[in-house]
């Protein structure tokens, strides 16, 4: 698991949106599902139902957001404590 894909994760499940996920990061839309993919995979279990007009949270994705959005506040709050990096080591590789 990579913290981009929690990054992606969390802003679809704000924003309802694949797309407007994708334009907020830098990213195009096949890569934003790719990364939601993977995430799915790791994990085992869908995040969200897709619709023509977006992306809805399932229950398993809503039960696991509070805990993502722990993590990259974790992150978040490890990154600010050290002050400003190089940009190195940005992902957060995790093996179960």
Known sequence: MHEREFRAFVLIAETGRMDVAARRLGYSQPAITYQVQ???ESLGFKLFTRHPSGARLTGDGRMVLPSVRAVLLLIDSMRDAH???????RDLECSA
């Open 38 to 40: 993977r995430l799915e």
């Open 83 to 89: 002050g400003p990096q190089s940009g190195q080591g």
